[in-house]
C-alpha cells in the first residue's frame, strides 16, 4: 500500500512538472537590454522611458491566468496588493497599463508600436519580437 501512495505522488510531481509553462515578457525590435527592475517599474509606472523613449506597457484582463503568472512570478504582488496599489496611484493621476483582450492582440500591438512591452507565452513568440524576460510557473 505504501509502495502504491508513493507512485501516484511521484506520478503528480511528474505531471506538474511536465505542465509548467513558460511565458516571457517581450518587445518591439527597439528595446534591447532592460533589467527586471526597470521591467518591474514600467508596468508599475514609475518610469516610462528607455532612452528617452515613452514605453507603453500592455497587460491582459485582471483575471487571465498569465496575467495572474505575471503578477505572481515577476512583480511579486497579489491582486488585492496591486488593486490596493493602482487604487492610489489613481489619486495620483497615474493610470495602469493598457488591458489588451488576448496575445494576440498584445503581438499585433508590439508588432505596429514601437517601445511596447507585453508578456505573453513563449511558444506565441515570434522571431520579429525581442525576449526580455522569461519566468514559469
Request: hydrophobic share 40%; aromatic share 10%.
Amino acid at each position: 500500500m505504501k509502495k502504491f501512495f508513493l507512485m501516484i505522488t511521484l506520478l503528480i510531481v511528474i505531471s506538474v512538472e511536465l505542465s509548467a509553462q513558460e511565458y516571457a515578457i517581450v518587445s518591439s525590435k527597439k528595446i534591447n537590454d532592460i533589467s527586471l527592475g526597470q521591467l518591474k517599474a514600467i508596468f508599475l509606472k514609475k518610469n516610462s522611458y528607455i532612452e528617452d523613449k515613452k514605453v507603453i506597457p500592455l497587460n491582459l484582463s485582471s483575471r487571465n491566468k498569465i496575467r495572474m503568472s505575471f503578477e505572481k512570478n515577476v512583480l511579486h504582488m497579489s491582486f488585492a496588493k496591486l488593486k490596493s496599489y493602482w487604487t492610489k496611484q489613481h489619486y495620483l493621476g497615474h493610470r495602469p497599463p493598457i488591458t489588451m483582450k488576448s496575445e494576440k492582440s498584445i503581438k499585433a500591438f508590439l508588432h505596429k508600436v514601437e517601445y511596447s512591452i507585453g508578456y505573453m507565452k513563449i511558444e506565441n513568440v515570434d522571431k520579429d519580437l525581442n525576449i526580455l524576460y522569461k519566468w514559469s510557473d
